[in-house]
C-alpha cells in the first residue's frame, strides 16, 4: 500500500499569512490526490481532489499541485477559520490511504 | 439538502461485533457509493471499504477483510457497517462518507457525523 507523509507535522503561522503543506507518496499516484480539513470533534471536509480541483464550496484561497510523488496545497491568506488539521489521500492505488496530517495553528 | 446521519455511541467486550448504521438523505441514494472511514483516539484516518450506489458490490480493505462486512437497504436508504472479532484496537469514531464522484472515486463529499465504539473488557 502507498504510504503518504506529511510535513511538517505542525505549522504555526499568523492570520494573512501564506500557508503551504506537502505531501509526499511512497510511489506514484499520478493526478489522484485528495485534501481534506478537520477541525476538533467533526468530520472531515473535502477541500481538493485530483490535485488541484477545488470541491464545492471550496474558497479560492485553497490551491493544489504536483504530481506523481510530490503535492502541495497552499493557503494563500489564512483566515481565522483555516487553523485546523489538514490530511492528504490518495486514490492513484489501491488500498486508498490518507497521509497523518500537518496541524495549522495560531502563532 | 445532502445528510448522512449515524448511529449513537456503542461499548463492546473484546470479541464481540458491532454493527454501525449510516441514514442517507437529500440524494438519490442509489446514484452515490457510501464508504466507511475510522479515526482512533489522536490518529489518523483509515479507510475501510465501500459499497457501490447503484448494485451490492462491496471492497474491503486488506486489513479488515473477513471481518468487514459492508451492506444496504435501498428502501431505507441506509448503509450499515458491521465489524466482528472486535479488539482494543479497534475502539475508533467511525465515519460514513458520500463518494464525491458517486462510484469508485474514492474521494469522500459528504460526511456522518461519526459514531464511536469503544472495546474494553
Known sequence: ?107 | QVRLAQSGAEVKKPGASVKLSCKTSGYTFTTYAIHWVRQAPGQGLEWMGWINGGNDNTAYSQKFQGRVTITRDTSASTVYMELSSLESEDTAVYYCARDYYGSGSYYLDYWGQGTLVSVSS
Open chain 1, 1 to 107: 500500500e502507498i504510504v503518504l507523509t506529511q510535513s511538517p507535522v505542525t505549522l504555526s503561522l499568523s492570520p494573512g499569512e501564506r500557508a503551504t503543506l506537502s505531501c509526499r507518496a511512497s510511489q506514484s499516484v499520478s493526478d489522484f490526490l485528495a485534501w481534506y480539513q478537520q477541525k476538533p470533534g467533526q468530520a472531515p471536509r473535502l477541500l481538493i481532489c485530483d490535485v488541484s480541483k477545488r470541491a464545492t464550496g471550496t474558497p479560492a484561497r485553497f490551491s493544489g499541485s504536483g504530481s506523481g510523488t510530490d503535492f502541495t496545497l497552499t493557503i494563500s491568506s489564512l483566515e481565522p477559520e483555516d487553523f485546523a488539521l489538514y490530511y492528504c489521500q490518495q486514490r492513484g492505488s489501491w488500498p486508498p490511504t490518507f497521509g497523518p496530517g500537518t496541524k495549522v495553528d495560531i502563532k
